[in-house]
C-alpha cells in the first residue's frame, strides 16, 4: 500500500489503541472476513457478467489471453500481498511484473487490470488506520486532487506509446530497480543515520509500547484516542501535528506530487505507494505512521481514477477501449487484502532488514533484466 | 504449538518467497 505503500506495521500495533482489543479470529471476522469474501463474489459475478462463464482452469481469460487456474491467482495475490506488506509497500507493484512474465500477461490490459487490485488491497489498512488515528483528510486532499489530473493522463501515455510490451517492461523495469534500490538504501547505515526525525518518532513509539507492555497492557506504542491533527491550513501550506511533533508541508508541492505520480502510476497500472512513500519521506521528513494518512487515500484515488480513465475517458477521446479483466483483478486482490492483514500481525516478530535485501534484490534484478532486455534483446523472452 | 508457531514466523516470509518460485517454476513447466 499498502498497500501501497502502506506499512502495516502501525495497524497492529495501533489498532487496539482506540477500542478494546479484539482476538485475532474476531478481528479477522469482523473487519477483514466481509471484505475478502465480497470480492471473491465479485470476482465471481464479474467473470460471468463479461465473459459469461467462470474463468480459470481450462477456461483461458479473453483479453489476458492466459490460462492459469484460480488457485495459483489467490496465490499469488496472497505472496505478493503478505511480502510487500511487511516491507512497507502495496500489492501492485509486485504483482504486475509476476502476472506479465510468469503468467504471460503483458498486452494493455494488465495495467487496468492491476489497478484493480491496487484499488481494493489497501482498504483493509485503510480501516484500520481510520480507527487507530491515523487519518488526516487536510493532509490526503492535495496528494488526491493532483491525483484526479495525474491520473487521467497515464493512460493515454500507456495506450498511445506504451501499448508495445518491450518499451512498456522497460518502464516497469525503471520502477522496479528504483524500488528494489530503495529497499536496500532503507536499510544501509547511511540512510538510517540521516533519518533523525524518523528515528525519534519510532523510539518515543517503543518506549511506549515497552511502558504498555510492563503494565500488563497490549504493547501499543500510540496512546488511546491519538489522532493526526490539523494546526495550519491554507492554499501555501498545511501543518500537521501526531502526538509531540509537527511537519509543515507545502499545498503546492503536495498538489504536484498527487499529478507527477498519477502520471507515472496510472501509465503503468500501480498505486504509486512506491514512489509516493519516499518522496515523502525526503521531502518533508514524515515518519510512516503519519505518511499512510495520506499515501493510503491516495493509492486507492488514483487507481480508481486511472481505472475510469481506461474505461471511459480513453475510449471517449481516442476510440480505444481497454477494458481490464475484471475477475483477475477481484481474485488476485481478495487474497492480497488476507496477505495484507497476515502481515499486519506478523510484522513485528519478521527481521526487517533481511527481508528487505531479498525483496529488494529481487525486484532490482528483475527491473535490470526488463531494462537491459529493453536495449539488448535477451535469449529468452522476459 | 504456540513455541512452533512463533520459531516459524520470522522465516515465513522466506519459505512464502520460496513457494512462490516453485508455483512460478510449474506454471512455466506446465503452460508455457
Known amino acids: 500500500m499498502g498497500t501501497s505503500s502502506a506499512s502495516s506495521e502501525l495497524t497492529v500495533i495501533a489498532a487496539p489503541a482506540a477500542r478494546a482489543p479484539l482476538s485475532l479470529r474476531g478481528e479477522f471476522l469482523r473487519d477483514q472476513a466481509p471484505i475478502i469474501t465480497g470480492v471473491l463474489i465479485l470476482g465471481v459475478v464479474s467473470s460471468y457478467l463479461q465473459h459469461g462463464f467462470l474463468v480459470g482452469g481450462d477456461r483461458p481469460f479473453p483479453l489476458a489471453g492466459l490460462s492459469v487456474p484460480l488457485w495459483h491467482l489467490l496465490w499469488l495475490g496472497f505472496w505478493t500481498g503478505y511480502t510487500m506488506a511487511l516491507v512497507g509497500e502495496a500489492t501492485g507493484i509486485f504483482s504486475l511484473p509476476y502476472a506479465m512474465s510468469i503468467l504471460r500477461f503483458d498486452n494493455i490490459h494488465v495495467s487496468p487490470t492491476n489497478l484493480i487490485i491496487t484499488a481494493i488491497n489497501p482498504v483493509g489498512a485503510l480501516l484500520g488506520f481510520r480507527r487507530a488515528g491515523q487519518w488526516n483528510l487536510d493532509f490526503a486532499l492535495w496528494p488526491s486532487l493532483g491525483s484526479l489530473i495525474g491520473s487521467q493522463v497515464g493512460p493515454f501515455i500507456r495506450v498511445s506509446y506504451l501499448s508495445d510490451p518491450v518499451p512498456f517492461k522497460a518502464l516497469v523495469g525503471l520502477a522496479l530497480f528504483w524500488l528494489g534500490g530503495h529497499l536496500v538504501w532503507e536499510i544501509t547505515p547511511w540512510y538510517l543515520r540521516k533519518r533523525q526525525s524518523q528515528r525519534e518518532f519510532t523510539e518515543r513509539f517503543r518506549a511506549r509500547a515497552r511502558a504498555q507492555a510492563a503494565a500488563g497492557r497490549l504493547p501499543s506504542g500510540i496512546p488511546a484516542g491519538a489522532r493526526i491533527v490539523t494546526l495550519e491550513r491554507s492554499w501555501r501550506r498545511i501543518r500537521i501535528a501526531f502526538l509531540d511533533q509537527q511537519w509543515t508541508m507545502s499545498v503546492p508541492v503536495l498538489f504536484g506530487l498527487g499529478v507527477g505520480v498519477g502520471v507515472v502510476a496510472s501509465t503503468l497500472g500501480v498505486g504509486g505507494g512506491f514512489l509516493m512513500t519516499p518522496l515523502l519521506v525526503t521531502l518533508f521528513k514524515l515518519p510512516m505512521y503519519v505518511i499512510v494518512a495520506a499515501t493510503i487515500p491516495f493509492v486507492m484515488l488514483q487507481s480508481l481514477v486511472g481505472l475510469f480513465a481506461y474505461l471511459l475517458v480513453v475510449p471517449a477521446l481516442t476510440g480505444r477501449y481497454d477494458p481490464p479483466e475484471w475477475a483477475f483483478g477481484f481474485f488476485v486482490a481478495a487474497s492480497a487484502v488476507f496477505g495484507a492483514w497476515l502481515a499486519s500481525k506478523t510484522q513485528r516478530f519478521v527481521p526487517e532488514s533481511y527481508l528487505k535485501l531479498v525483496a529488494g534484490v529481487i525486484t532490482g534484478l528483475g527491473g535490470l533484466l526488463y531494462l537491459v532486455n529493453y536495449f539488448v534483446p535477451l535469449p529468452f523472452r522476459i | ?32
Open chain 2, 1 to 32: 504449538m504456540k513455541r512452533a508457531f512463533i520459531k516459524v514466523v520470522p522465516v515465513l516470509p522466506f519459505i512464502v518467497l520460496a513457494l512462490a518460485a516453485l508455483v512460478a517454476a510449474y506454471h512455466i513447466h506446465r503452460y508455457w
